[in-house]
């Protein structure tokens, strides 16, 4: 979906800036073994781009002098990227946090059989897609059999730890609504989520992380189709929150694209909103400078206010959490 296509005629969402750069979150490619109704990526089976070596190289040599403290894999599926064990390692080994963001059934599929393995011998924070802890609204959205594997890539995860009270390996996993609606309570949901895993299917994971639909890509496409775009972008809208602003994860993070390119964020990369609130020309990861980051403006339009409305929504779930 063109950007066009999610902005209203008045635009008024407030101008931010940057702060410090803390994360750098790269798309590794479009490939994914899913092709979810929700995906603001458009990623699936048959999508052939994915970030090359020398690319990925770039992005390890900025994170290395940027002071970002975290690395952030995302995708369609980022473990398809063949160099994706390649950089998990050298991102470790120059102590950065590194976190897979995993659809689980990945975990289950020909091929990975000692990805999970990998990840903990690793230490790799897992934020894993479970958009709920009922089979029927996993598979009304992810496909049919997806709630079982997942159940089972959750299983092997906990047998090497993640998820355990100790905290020691980290299991995130990531919520989000069936439809046009704003995601309910995290800490309230989250209890419903250890209950229902944990007495039904013996599964205990870190902590919940509650994200809101962006109104772009195959979510946005479903919203026209059904005629509920406007009045989603509506709610949107009125549900904003100054005092989210403040939180917003554009704020401290920098998202590369699988060419190598530089947005403020995973929704404006798919929106090819540049980097910068000039709607100038994109800049590459091999160009950028992180001190010249800092206090900087960021581009803007009308689906940021997926990120503010209500409890907010972020990457590492509502705002503040």
């Given at each position: 979906?063109?950007a066009t296509l999610?902005?209203?005629?008045?635009?008024?969402?407030?101008?931010?800036?940057r702060k410090g750069?803390?994360?750098?979150?790269?798309?590794?490619?479009?490939?994914?073994?899913?092709?979810?109704?929700?995906?603001?990526?458009?990623?699936?089976?048959?999508?052939?781009?994915?970030?090359?070596?020398?690319?990925?190289?770039?992005?390890?040599?900025?994170?290395?002098?940027?002071?970002?403290?975290?690395?952030?894999?995302?995708?369609?599926?980022?473990?398809?990227?063949?160099?994706?064990?390649?950089?998990?390692?050298?991102?470790?080994?120059?102590?950065?946090?590194?976190?897979?963001?995993?659809?689980?059934?990945?975990?289950?599929?020909?091929?990975?059989?000692?990805?999970?393995?990998?990840?903990?011998?690793?230490?790799?924070?897992?934020?894993?897609?479970?958009?709920?802890?009922?089979?029927?609204?996993?598979?009304?959205?992810?496909?049919?059999?997806?709630?079982?594997?997942?159940?089972?890539?959750?299983?092997?995860?906990?047998?090497?730890?993640?998820?355990?009270?100790?905290?020691?390996?980290?299991?995130?996993?990531?919520?989000?609504?069936?439809?046009?609606?704003?995601?309910?309570?995290?800490?309230?949901?989250?209890?419903?989520?250890?209950?229902?895993?944990?007495?039904?299917?013996?599964?205990?994971?870190?902590?919940?992380?509650?994200?809101?639909?962006?109104?772009?890509?195959?979510?946005?496409?479903?919203?026209?189709?059904?005629?509920?775009?406007?009045?989603?972008?509506?709610?949107?809208?009125?549900?904003?929150?100054?005092?989210?602003?403040?939180?917003?994860?554009?704020r401290s993070l920098?998202?590369?694209?699988?060419?190598?390119?530089?947005?403020?964020?995973?929704?404006?990369?798919?929106?090819?909103?540049?980097?910068?609130?000039?709607?100038?020309?994109?800049?590459?990861?091999?160009?950028?400078?992180?001190?010249?980051?800092?206090?900087?403006?960021?581009?803007?339009?009308?689906?940021?206010?997926?990120?503010?409305?209500?409890?907010?929504?972020?990457?590492?779930?509502?705002?503040?959490?």
């Amino acid at each position: 979906m063109h950007a066009t296509l999610i902005r209203l005629q008045d635009t008024r969402f407030p101008a931010i800036r940057r702060k410090g750069l803390e994360t750098l979150q790269v798309n590794l490619g479009y490939r994914c073994n899913q092709s979810c109704l929700h995906c603001h990526v458009n990623a699936g089976p048959n999508r052939k781009e994915e970030m090359g070596r020398e690319t990925i190289e770039a992005v390890l040599t900025f994170l290395r002098r940027s002071g970002a403290t975290t690395l952030d894999l995302t995708g369609g599926a980022p473990e398809l990227n063949p160099h994706f064990r390649y950089m998990v390692g050298e991102a470790a080994k120059s102590g950065a946090h590194v976190i897979d963001r995993c659809n689980l059934t990945i975990l289950e599929e020909p091929g990975q059989e000692d990805l999970a393995e990998f990840l903990a011998a690793h230490r790799v924070e897992v934020v894993a897609s479970l958009p709920c802890y009922l089979e029927d609204n996993v598979d009304r959205q992810r496909g049919k059999g997806v709630f079982e594997t997942s159940l089972a890539a959750l299983r092997r995860l906990n047998a090497l730890g993640y998820g355990a009270e100790d905290g020691g390996l980290l299991l995130s996993l990531v919520y989000n609504p069936q439809g046009p609606s704003l995601p309910p309570p995290q800490e309230k949901l989250e209890a419903d989520y250890r209950e229902q895993l944990g007495s039904r299917h013996g599964i205990v994971f870190s902590r919940l992380l509650t994200l809101a639909n962006m109104p772009i890509q195959r979510f946005g496409s479903m919203l026209i189709s059904k005629g509920q775009f406007n009045e989603y972008m509506a709610l949107l809208h009125a549900a904003h929150r100054d005092e989210n602003l403040d939180h917003v994860m554009c704020r401290s993070l920098l998202s590369i694209d699988w060419q190598g390119y530089a947005y403020d964020c995973d929704f404006n990369q798919m929106l090819e909103l540049p980097l910068g609130a000039n709607g100038g020309a994109r800049t590459h990861i091999a160009e950028l400078a992180a001190a010249g980051l800092e206090g900087g403006a960021i581009a803007v339009a009308d689906h940021c206010y997926g990120c503010t409305a209500g409890q907010g929504s972020s990457c590492g779930g509502a705002l503040g959490d």
